[in-house]
């Protein structure tokens, strides 16, 4: 990836075009070679298996996707590298002509994306991208990039937060993978429900809340840990959080009790202690009774310590009297799976003239592999109420069953009629032509988070639980399935199934 910044209607990206696997490289060399270059294509990006063991996930990575478009070019500097390869079999790897050609190219695809924020499941494409074919290859890997890994973080996040049910800051920084993963995990979290994060630069970059406050170094770095309490609240009066575990809980507590009747002599308060070790839930109640009992009941408990959903769950479970939580490995490293295992699959082309598409489908050994043919949107059906119904994965290409029948795609007894209800399509412009048409606001972590609370709020309380939740009825427009059913028939040379 080039480190030159390039400059556009006000933003500063940074440049794509090598954040690729080779083999993109070598085939768009193959396309070019071949004649293909502009043969159109449409390739969908969609995950096969809810992460987390869950019912849901929460789509993120659009912004930087729109970046990654708006940076996408070959600078000569990075032509000069491709040009440095070795064949394995000796000589120059890529053509000069091809790499001619990629110094000129410019993106003409056009993408489509569902908003960051929106609720996703298994089996719908949640990015459409149609275009030149060697175009939409070589974006495939940095796409990819951004929207498995952020859309995972973002799911972590949004389980956490239904978890705690108070506020959560987002504290990974440290530990996540590396400084570009971690300003993105940052936004993620926000995006997934986190109410701040301590990643500074995240905050800048993104326009998200930070919080923080002191280690157990600051107050080692006194003789005593009342000495440390006093100057900590001398220094930060309207942001005062006091970690009250460095030596001993109780006796911290009590120190805190001290620096905070002291505070509000001077008109002053003490905003929360911070329990970082230990039996969290018991330590949280005992405090809660120390600060009640010395008056400061408006002092909150923020608890940290590799937490995580489950744990979370479990202290609240435990009657813990939580006002916020600090949540920072398992957040920001996904630490109980590491991928999403989104997949960005070819599904219709045609060529430079032609006006129909034609369907392709990847058989493969395993059904589960099985793609989807066509060029594809999803409908979200609601009840009356609002709340999430189902959805229907259909090409847009060919006329709707009038029952708006969806069938599972790896279960034909699974079928749920949806015809009355309302709905709206997923899929929303995010370039044409090659440029990026997100809007600011579309851009913005605090608007999708919005967007995550509403979908959530509107998706079955049995969805959303952590251990068997119900599965969300997604499925195949009953044309779409009976399409892809006879094409794989087709190309397995097996007979037809039975309609």
């Not at 929106?118 to 991208?129: D, G, H, L, Q, Y």
């Not at 993978?177 to 979290?189: E, I, K, M, P, V």
């Not at 479990?314 to 996904?334: F, N």
Request: charged share 25%; hydrophobic share 40%.
């Amino acid at each position: 990836m080039s480190e030159e910044p390039i400059r556009q209607e006000g933003r500063t990206t940074l440049a794509y075009a090598l954040l690729t696997d080779l083999y993109q490289l070598t085939m768009a060399q193959g396309y070019w070679a071949n004649g293909k270059s502009d043969e159109q294509a449409c390739f969908h990006m969609f995950f096969r298996e809810t992460p987390f063991k869950g019912g849901f996930a929460i789509a993120c990575g659009a912004a930087q996707l729109a970046e990654m478009i708006d940076g996408f070019g070959f600078s000569d500097d990075d032509i000069s590298y491709l040009a440095s390869l070795d064949a394995p079999g000796g000589g120059a790897l890529f053509d000069r002509g091809f790499l001619s050609y990629l110094r000129d190219l410019r993106l003409t695809v056009s993408i489509d994306a569902v908003r960051e924020g929106t609720v996703v499941f298994p089996m719908e494409p949640i990015v459409r991208v149609c275009g030149p074919i060697l175009q939409c290859q070589l974006l495939e890997t940095a796409l990819l990039c951004c929207m498995n890994f952020q859309t995972l973080i973002a799911t972590k996040a949004a389980r956490v937060c239904l978890a705690a049910e108070t506020p959560v800051a987002e504290f990974g920084l440290r530990r996540a993978q590396g400084a570009g993963g971690s300003l993105w995990a940052s936004r993620a979290a926000i995006v997934g429900g986190c109410a701040s994060t301590s990643n500074v630069l995240a905050g800048k970059m993104f326009h998200i809340p930070v919080s923080g406050t002191h280690a157990h170094s600051w107050v080692m770095a006194f003789d005593d840990e009342l000495e440390a309490f006093r100057a900590y609240a001398k220094s930060f009066p309207k942001n005062c959080v006091l970690l009250v575990d460095t030596y001993d809980v109780k006796r911290g507590i009590d120190n805190a009790i001290t620096v905070g009747l002291e505070m509000r002599e001077r008109g002053e308060r003490l905003s929360a202690i911070r329990i970082d070790s230990g039996d969290l839930a018991w330590l949280a109640r005992y405090a809660r009774e120390k600060l009640d009992a010395a008056g400061l009941c408006e002092t909150g408990i923020v608890l940290s310590n590799d937490l995580d959903e489950y744990t979370i769950k479990s202290i609240r479970d435990q009657g813990a009297p939580v006002s916020s939580w600090g949540v920072g490995t398992k957040l920001a490293t996904a630490y109980d799976q590491p991928s999403l295992g989104g997949v960005y699959k070819l599904s219709a082309t045609r060529d430079a003239y032609a006006t129909r598409w034609s369907a392709r489908l990847k058989v493969s050994e395993q059904s589960s592999k099985l793609t989807l043919p066509g060029v594809l949107d999803v409908r979200r059906y609601r009840f009356a109420d609002g709340r999430l119904a189902g959805d229907m994965v259909f090409d847009v290409n060919e006329e709707i069953d009038p029952r708006e029948t969806i069938i599972d795609p790896a279960d034909l007894l699974r079928q749920k009629e949806l015809g009355g209800l309302a709905y709206e399509t997923l899929l929303a412009p995010l370039a044409r032509d090659g440029e990026s048409v997100l809007a600011d606001d579309e851009r913005s972590a605090m608007a999708a988070q919005a967007r995550t609370r509403e979908g959530l709020m509107h998706l079955d309380e049995s969805q959303k639980r952590f251990l068997n939740p119900h599965s969300y009825p997604v499925g195949l427009e009953a044309g779409l399935w009976h399409r892809r059913a006879d094409m794989a028939a087709s190309l397995r040379a097996v007979r037809t199934p039975l309609r």
